[in-house]
T-cell receptor, first 114, second 116 residues
Framework: AQSVAQPEDQVNVAEGNPLTVKCTYS??????LFWYVQYPNRGLQFLLK??????LVKGSYGFEAEFNKSQTSFHLKKPSALVSDSALYFC????????????FGTGTRLLVSP | DTEVTQTPKHLVMGMTNKKSLKCEQH?????MYWYKQKAKKPPELMFV???????INESVPSRFSPECPNSSLLNLHLHALQPEDSALYLC???????????????FGPGTRLTVL
């Protein structure tokens, strides 16, 4: 079964520093990977998705993700964190049984301090 | 219009009440979804509609009854809920492109449901 793991419940970073939110995947076949962000009491917002062949994916709000096939990882990155980036981040993978199903990781809370 | 709207924002209901959650999108998406999300947990898929037909039911109890009256609207009818059903209910939509695994889902802000 397709799955993603987010090993960190929380990531703390100072404003202006680079941030990384980790995600590893386990899939049969090609990985179709996504990152979403959720602000308090809000729905999920799409950040970016992995398209086959692009190891560095650029997304919304200055975020990017690095796909690494050998390490089965799809880490979310941003060169300079903002306090407003503080939110809950979910990695997700398309389910193999049907393209309509997304399987989400457990989420990582990002806290950016001023 | 790139928005998914949900009403109401908050809902408090007793275990004997009947209520409905509503979701609307005008992006021309032909797939619509209901998710349930507990605090600090990832969303859990409940139902998927594709071209107004129910395509996925993730073994959801019958006290939750989805309805897709047209391509823009999705309802979730609630009856005889339990306190453990209290959660954030999220609606989402996406394009349906045959064989395309890349299309992302667009989420609404959710309805915060409390069952007393």
């Amino acid at each position: 079964a397709q799955s993603v793991a987010q090993p960190e419940d929380q990531v703390n970073v100072a404003e202006g520093n680079p941030l990384t939110v980790k995600c590893t995947y386990s899939v049969s076949g090609n990985p179709y990977l996504f990152w979403y962000v959720q602000y308090p009491n809000r729905g999920l917002q799409f950040l970016l998705k992995y398209i086959t062949g692009d190891n560095l994916v650029k997304g919304s709000y200055g975020f990017e993700a690095e796909f690494n096939k050998s390490q089965t990882s799809f880490h979310l990155k941003k060169p300079s964190a903002l306090v407003s980036d503080s939110a809950l981040y979910f990695c997700a993978v398309r389910d193999i049984t049907g393209f309509q199903k997304l399987v989400f990781g457990t989420g990582t809370r990002l806290l950016v301090s001023p | 219009d790139t928005e998914v709207t949900q009403t109401p924002k908050h809902l408090v209901m007793g275990m004997t009440n009947k209520k409905s959650l509503k979701c609307e999108q005008h992006m021309g998406h032909r797939a619509m979804y209901w998710y349930k999300q507990k605090a600090k947990k990832p969303p859990e898929l409940m139902f998927v509609y594709s071209y107004e037909k129910l395509s996925i039911n993730e073994s959801v109890p019958s006290r939750f009854s989805p309805e897709c009256p047209n391509s823009s609207l999705l309802n979730l009818h609630l009856h005889a809920l339990q306190p453990e059903d209290s959660a954030l209910y999220l609606c989402a939509s996406s394009q349906v492109l045959a064989g395309d695994p890349y299309n992302e889902q667009f989420f609404g802000p959710g309805t915060r449901l409390t069952v007393l």
